[in-house]
């Protein structure tokens, strides 16, 4: 029997300018019962925490600091934010952070920002294990939406998860991002589900609902299930149409993924 994955919505994308109690409620009243956001500094976590729990629902994923880790010089303020981005996880009961990791460092060898990232996850892995949370790190695209970022293929993110050899860092496989960057996906995600913990989803080209564009998410859905991925696949998208009813449409994709 094959795992099936779970839907979590980001507030922040899907209910963009809605206040926060209400875009939880709404994801609750489309038959999903995982949330996440991005920036919990800029959060009233107290009223996040409220809302999950009237809704008996679960905060997916949030977001750690952004301090770059591909330049050596300031990896103790990535390993302050990432502490301080612990004990809020910590708070929400979330246990995936997802992290960004700088943008590439012009006339610095590829190899030496890569390595760089590798030892600060590296110093990163005994905080993340002993609080049992994982990091996720994110490859985005630099041809649309992040340009001059550094991690932008999912091969190079494997790599470096790879190296850092801790359970409690992992890949994040955006769809959207990686249809962008390189294609492939089904093949790319499920070669490696194992490395693996998070995965985000959004048609393109235009970053909107799962129901538009070149991305066939019926087959997606169905690969990342096949492939025994029981973890989270969030739903960031800004919609087209009507928000709920986009929900919906997507949580009936994966009742029957």
Known sequence: MTARPKLSVCIDAVFEGVPEPEAIARVADAGIDA?????????????IIAARDKHGMTVAACCTRFVSL??????????????????????????TLISQ??????????????????DGLSEAAPLLEQAGITLVIEPLNELVDHVGYYLVRSDEAFEVVDAVGSENVKVVFDIYH????????????????????HF???????????????????????????????????????PQGDPDAGLRQAAAMVATS
Do not use: M
Request: glycine share 8%; hydrophobic share 35%; proline share 4%.
């Open 101 to 118: 990791v700088g943008d590439f460092r012009p006339g610095i060898p590829r190899e030496q920002q890569q390595q760089s990232l590798i």
């Open 200 to 238: 985000h989803a959004a048609g393109n080209p235009g970053r909107h609902e799962l129901t538009r564009g070149e991305l066939n998410y019926p087959e997606i859905l169905a690969a990342i299930a096949a492939a025994n991925y029981d973890g989270y696949v969030g739903l960031e998208y800004w």
């Open 178 to 197: 990686q249809q962008i960057s390189e294609g492939h996906v089904i093949e790319r995600l499920t070669r490696r589900v194992d490395a693996i913990k």
């Open 35 to 47: 949330f996440e956001f991005w920036c919990w500094w800029e959060k009233d976590l107290d009223q």
């Open 70 to 95: 591909a330049d050596p010089a300031l990896r103790s303020h990535y390993l302050q934010g990432l502490q301080e981005s612990i004990a809020a996880a910590r708070q929400l009961g979330c246990s």
